[in-house]
């Protein structure tokens, strides 16, 4: 039964993750895509590499439980490590919901975290966490002036030893917030340039 105050929610419909990805892929030169990046011995792939990046792409907000591991593989290779999350279906599932926008400012509230990011500082460990909010338009991102984007500026729980539902919050800046300013920072631009 519908209560009469309870709307209908229009499912959202998105692209596949592997069609996702390339579209963020497609940013960089195709030889600046699936590089193999070596580090003590070790081999990882990174879905973007290009100048002094890496971009790891993720389909979801969940933690990935290996984050931490993979970010410090790259960094002792010597990259700044960007990982970007779509988080469109967590928003339109209420997993991830915006408490206060202010300006290119967000709050958010992570309903039932599968991880637990502790306490997160901007750039935290030179790893910038983006979020994609609001779904890509179709076709070529590095023109899309659209704010889709927001950047982890810090994240706190109230206790970072475990996972706390509805107590783990996000605050954002929405520089870089469109997917041309990132594509602008890859490219050697400054991310301050995109204000």
């Given amino acids: 039964m519908l209560l009469p105050w309870k709307k209908k929610r229009t499912p959202l419909v998105q692209s596949s993750t ?8 497609s940013l960089v030169p195709s030889e600046c895509r699936n590089v193999p990046i070596e580090a ?8 973007v590499q290009i100048n002094h990046f890496v971009m790891m792409l993720q389909d979801g907000l969940l933690m990935q439980e290996n984050f931490f591991k993979v970010c410090s593989h790259f960094q002792r290779a010597g990259y700044h490590v960007i990982w970007l999350m779509r988080c469109t279906q967590d928003i339109a599932d209420g997993y991830l919901r915006l408490r206060r926008e202010s300006g290119g400012e967000c ?3 992570w309903r039932k975290p599968t991880t637990n ?12 966490i ?24 810090w994240a706190e729980s ?4 475990k996972m706390i539902p509805r107590r783990t919050e996000f605050a954002t800046v929405g520089t870089p917030g469109t997917p041309a300013e990132l594509s602008r920072w890859l490219h050697g631009g400054f991310m301050s340039s995109a204000l």
Wanted: proline share 3%; aromatic share 14%.
């Fill in 18 to 25: 592997e069609d996702w990805r390339s579209q963020w892929q």
């Fill in 40 to 47: 003590d011995g070790k081999t990882m792939l990174a879905y």
């Fill in 107 to 109: 709050l958010w509230r």
């Fill in 117 to 128: 990011f502790g306490r997160w500082t901007s750039d935290n460990r030179y790893v910038t």
């Fill in 130 to 153: 983006l979020l994609q909010y609001k779904p890509a338009p179709e076709g070529d991102l590095s023109r899309c002036t659209e704010h889709i984007l927001q950047r982890v500026q």
């Fill in 158 to 161: 109230n206790d970072n030893a």
